[in-house]
């Protein structure tokens, strides 16, 4: 039961008692009151005012603290409802973050998550905590793959079901802020993961074919990340290819290791520069050239 439901049901318990009350009242009163007041007017009527004047004052003292009980649980509800609102929030930024970047920090990530989940532990609904488990899991199995790197990069694969998990984490958040009473509808649920289920595609990092004679490569630069080598290519149209060394087919996430690249050789990149792969890719070369960090051969 959520606390709406607790709420309305709390105020038709109020409702019954109110009324038990005024009927205790009225069938308790009546036979002394019947006794009284044939025998004088006035002791029936002193007799009438002041068990009225006691049903007013019981009457006042229970709604005046039922409404003092209303405005505190108000309050409250409202200061946990930002704070759910906060932390809520805050996970969901930061797994944009992550999925963005393409890869998980020991010293990001990993640091932070097990903090999360104890907020959660304290705030959130049980369902809520039930959910964010599931993508914590799913985010430990990735780093536990190579979990004697300081990062790991996230696969297509990965992606995707941390991505799947976050749309179910959502969904319980919805339900526990009160946004509904239930859960978006499955067909409509369905529906919306499909839906970034192709956007992540669209942005999975798959390269499309480049090779023509109008885009040669024009500029390569080779470095070693993880103790081994990879070539950074860039094209006459900007593209940016990298290969491991004996590898034929180009990596995936090609801007998640660019910036293990700037982090590696300390190239200090402008962050407005990630927003473009190409962008980020040409800077990255061009600084490394500059400064000498690793070999930049223009073709």
């Known amino acids: 039961m959520n606390k709406l439901d607790k709420a309305r049901k709390k105020g038709t318990n109020t409702l019954l008692a109110l009324s038990v009350i005024a009927l205790a009242v009225y069938f308790g009163f009546t036979p002394l009151y019947e006794l009284i007041s044939p025998k004088g007017g006035v002791a029936g009527a002193v007799i009438g005012a002041s068990f009225g004047a006691i049903f007013v004052i019981i009457l006042t003292m229970y709604l005046l603290n039922k409404q ?85 990069v996230i696969e297509d694969n990965d992606r995707k079901k941390i991505m799947e998990l976050l749309g179910k984490f959502s969904n319980e958040c919805r339900e526990d802020l009160g946004v509904s009473d239930e859960k978006v509808e499955p067909k409509l649920f369905e529906g919306t993961q499909k839906a970034i289920e192709k956007s992540a595609a669209i942005l999975s990092g798959v390269n499309a074919p480049i090779q023509d004679e109008d885009n040669p490569i024009i500029q390569l630069g080779q470095v070693s990340i993880g103790g081994e080598a990879y070539e950074i290519q860039r094209h006459k149209k900007g593209h940016i290819r990298i290969f491991k060394e004996g590898s034929i087919e180009p990596i995936k996430n090609s801007k998640a290791f660019l910036k293990s690249v700037d982090e590696e050789y300390g190239l200090e990149i402008e962050a407005k520069t990630w927003r473009q792969t190409q962008k980020s890719g040409r800077h990255i070369l061009q600084k490394a050239a500059a400064i000498n960090a690793f070999p930049v051969i223009d073709k």
């Open 68 to 152: 003092t009980e209303i405005e505190q649980e108000s309050k409250r509800g409202e200061k946990v409802f930002e704070e759910k609102m906060k932390i809520y929030w805050n996970i969901f930024e930061s797994i944009q973050t992550m999925l963005e970047d393409g890869k998980i920090s020991k010293d990001d990530e990993m640091q932070k998550l097990p903090f999360v989940m104890l907020k959660l532990i304290a705030i959130g609904s049980d369902k809520v905590i039930e959910a964010f488990q599931n993508v914590y899991d799913s985010i430990n199995d990735v780093f536990n793959e190579k979990p004697e790197d300081d990062e790991v």
